[in-house]
Structure formats: C-alpha cells, structure tokens
C-alpha cells in the first residue's frame, strides 16, 4: 500500500520505514481499531546496542507515539543459538552468564526512546529465555516442529545464502527461525501482540511467525520490515573505521556519538532526519533543500537531535559546544574523549604509534604509520612526521594533556595517571 489511514503506517510510511508489510489494509485497519502490540527482537550478542539497531528503537517509539503498545523483546535464549542471518560464518557461542551480562546492560538503551510501565499503552520488557530455557524438546518437535517445512525453510535467505557461499550452517543455527516464529505465537499467548517487525533480513523469519500462529492458534499476525540501511557510499549503518557506533555512553561518548552524525555523506542528511529525529516533516523538507556550506548546519541539527533523542539535551548542547571550542577556536575541551596512562609510562614515554592504538583512533599500528605518511595524525596540532617518536610529559601542555587528533574531526586527550 502506498497511502494508509492509521497514524503509525502514515508515520513510518512518510519517514522511510517501511520495506515489507503483510496483508497492509488488514494491518492498517486493526491499527485504526485499537490497542495494537506489536514487538521487535534484539539478541544480547555484546554489551550495548549500536546504530544500527536505531531503525528498530525508532518504529517503536512512533508506535508508542501514536498510540499503541511496544514489546521489547530480549534474545536471553536465541542468544544461546546465534541467528544466521546476514552472517557468513557461525558465530561464537556466548555462556549464559555472558548473556545475562550483555542484557543487563543493554537494557537501558530503550529507555530514551520509550516508556515502560504497566498501562496499556506502556512498553513490555521481555526475555525469551523465560520459555525456551523451559521447553521440552521432543514435546516442542512434535507440537511445534512438525509445522515446518524443511524444504521451505532451505529457501528462506538466511539459509541459501549460506549454502550458496558454500559456508557451514550448524543445525543449532538452522533451529533459529523456529524458535523466533515460536517467539511470536507466544508473545500472542501472552501479550495479544499481533505484529512482529524487525529488519528486511528477517522477513522470513517473521513469515514463519505468521504461519505457526495461523496453524496452532488460528491467529491473524502480521509482519512488517524494514529497510537494511546502508550509507549512500554503501557502508553499514552503525559502523566505522575505529569500529561500532555504540548506544552505551560507557563505550562510546555522546560527544563521539555526536560526530558520527555530523560527519554523515551529504547525501543522507534528508534520509536520517526522517530517521533518526523526531522534527517535523515541513521542517525536514526545508532542510534537504540546503546545499553547499549551509548542508553543514543541517548536518549539526542532525547530530544534535539524534544524540539528545539518546543521551538528553544537556549531552547535545554540550558536544556542539566541544565541536565548537575544537574546530572553530583551535582550543581543547576538557569533553573530548579522554584515556590515561600511568606517571611512569609517560615519564619513560610512550611510543607515538602505540598512543594512537590506545586512543582507538586507528585499529593498528600499521595503520598509524600509513597516516603519519599521509600527514593524517597529529599531536598537540602539530603533523607528526617521525613514527619513532616518543610522548613525554614534555608534550603536556598547561592543563596536563597532549592532544591526539586523527584528521580534523577526531580529538582524543592523553593524561597521567
């Protein structure tokens, strides 16, 4: 469907959400009925969320905004299988302990975004470890197993691109899209949510759901995706040279986090204020139309929005106001990412190469010497010329810090211990 009648289809719709939708008018018509729920999954694979799980946090928000019930589904028990999708290789099996650790810590990454609490319109926080550790497993082949198609499930991408590639798929990952479509019917069971979304990778998955629920439960389930985002140069959303673009303020500050959307492609700008902020669409509209230097302030209301929507406006503020000191004055802010080393280190000193690995501002050491020879690195302003080099308290200036800094954008503080 291209026009929809229910305010969270006419939202998502607008801003760009939507890449699949089964059965949309029946959909749209049991949004414009009621209370709907509807859940997205998330596996507690590390210890934070990172960008890339924004599109899934975001359709949630707009469906709490317009009315309706978000189920936040955390992966306690298909963390322990690993879901193959997107993947060309199995990944590494975490211990429960792990698991709980990741959850326990990600958890709190939703609470910008939503509101939990036990109305009827307020968000649910669940773990599917409460029901997959429990089941039976000759009881769940023959009372859920036999609804499944081997031969289909072989078609489904999570699955033949694996074969295509001629790449391992364990049968602990092919059982995935089972458990995950047993996800769906029991969150039916136990929350009447109707509506499973998610993104377009898991639209087989999701499939799957639909029709368990339709067999075992005669249940009318819906699904909707969307799309896998990429960058306009093809870059996967939520990742960087220097690595992931976390959610947790602990591993990645909200001044990093504030860069990483002002430093987006010129070419996204329009596409992540629909996205990633909640302005208005007049508002979005006028600010596409900007061009040249002027990009570059739609740029900055970009990256102020996404990381107040995260981390609060004081954070928000705050980062612009770093960039600023930074970038516009030459200064050195005291917000900029800071790492420490200890006294006796510094005071034999520390190799100029291995101080920019520990800043995490290049991933290696060869990396650091491929910048020092494109005069990509510098220290305290200065181009550093000299791989060899070694940083003392010499280099410290008056506030007891040397300035890292890895092209014009990237500012990272060294002090002792």
């Given at each position: 469907?291209?026009?929809?009648?229910?305010?969270?289809?006419?939202?998502?719709?607008?801003?760009?959400?939507?890449?699949?939708?089964?059965?949309?008018?029946?959909?749209?018509?049991?949004?414009?009925?009621?209370?709907?729920?509807?859940?997205?999954?998330?596996?507690?694979?590390?210890?934070?969320?990172?960008?890339?799980?924004?599109?899934?946090?975001?359709?949630?928000?707009?469906?709490?905004?317009?009315?309706?019930?978000?189920?936040?589904?955390?992966?306690?028990?298909?963390?322990?299988?690993?879901?193959?999708?997107?993947?060309?290789?199995?990944?590494?099996?975490?211990?429960?302990?792990?698991?709980?650790?990741?959850?326990?810590?990600?958890?709190?990454?939703?609470?910008?975004?939503?509101?939990?609490?036990?109305?009827?319109?307020?968000?649910?926080?669940?773990?599917?470890?409460?029901?997959?550790?429990?089941?039976?497993?000759?009881?769940?082949?023959?009372?859920?197993?036999?609804h499944f198609s081997v031969n289909r499930m072989m078609s489904f991408d999570s699955v033949k691109l694996r074969l295509e590639r001629e790449q391992n798929l364990s049968f602990l990952e092919f059982n995935y899209m089972i458990l995950q479509a047993y996800d769906f019917v029991e969150l039916y069971r136990r929350h009447k949510c109707i509506l499973q979304m998610g993104g377009s990778d898991q639209w087989g998955n999701i499939v799957n759901g639909i029709d368990l629920g339709r067999r075992t439960d005669e249940a009318q389930l819906f699904g909707l995706t969307c799309p896998l985002l990429t960058t306009s140069s093809g870059a996967k959303m939520g990742k960087t040279a220097s690595g992931a673009v976390w959610l947790n303020a602990d591993l990645?500050?909200?001044?990093?986090?504030?860069?990483?959307?002002?430093?987006?492609?010129?070419?996204?700008?329009?596409?992540?204020?629909?996205?990633?902020?909640?302005?208005?669409?007049?508002?979005?509209?006028?600010?596409?139309?900007?061009?040249?230097?002027?990009?570059?302030?739609?740029?900055?209301?970009?990256?102020?929005?996404?990381?107040?929507?995260?981390?609060?406006?004081?954070?928000?503020?705050?980062?612009?106001?770093?960039?600023?000191?930074?970038?516009?004055?030459?200064g050195i802010s005291a917000n900029l990412p800071t790492i420490t080393v200890g006294a006796e280190d510094l005071k034999e000193g520390i190799g100029v190469l291995d101080a920019f690995v520990r800043a995490e501002l290049v991933t290696s050491k060869s990396e650091a010497r491929r910048q020092i020879r494109g005069g990509g690195l510098r220290v305290n302003d200065i181009t550093i010329t000299d791989e060899f080099a070694l940083l003392n308290a010499s280099y410290m200036n008056d506030d007891g810090v040397i300035k890292l800094s890895y092209g014009k954008k990237k500012h990272v503080l060294l002090k002792a211990s």
């Open positions: 469907m291209s026009t929809y009648r229910s305010d969270f289809l006419q939202t998502l719709s607008q801003r760009g959400f939507i890449a699949q939708v089964s059965e949309g008018e029946a959909l749209d018509a049991a949004f414009t009925k009621g209370t709907v729920g509807a859940y997205i999954g998330f596996d507690a694979t590390a210890k934070s969320l990172h960008a890339g799980s924004l599109m899934g946090i975001m359709m949630l928000h707009w469906l709490q905004e317009t009315g309706h019930q978000p189920i936040v589904l955390l992966g306690g028990g298909t963390s322990m299988v690993g879901d193959p999708s997107g993947k060309d290789e199995s990944r590494q099996l975490l211990t429960r302990a792990s698991i709980d650790e990741n959850i326990a810590s990600i958890k709190t990454a939703f609470d910008p975004f939503i509101k939990f609490g036990k109305g009827a319109k307020d968000a649910v926080l669940v773990n599917n470890a409460d029901w997959l550790l429990q089941l039976n497993y000759v009881e769940f082949l023959r009372e859920t197993g036999r990645l500050s909200p001044y990093d986090y504030w860069q990483y959307w002002r430093n987006c492609e010129d070419a996204d700008v329009g596409r992540f204020l629909k996205l990633f902020t909640k302005l208005p669409m007049p508002e979005i509209a006028r600010l596409e139309k900007l061009q040249g230097a002027e990009l570059n302030e739609a740029k900055k209301i970009l990256a102020s929005e996404a990381t107040a929507l995260l981390h609060g406006r004081a954070a928000a503020d705050q980062a612009v106001e770093t960039a600023r000191h930074t970038f516009e004055e030459g």
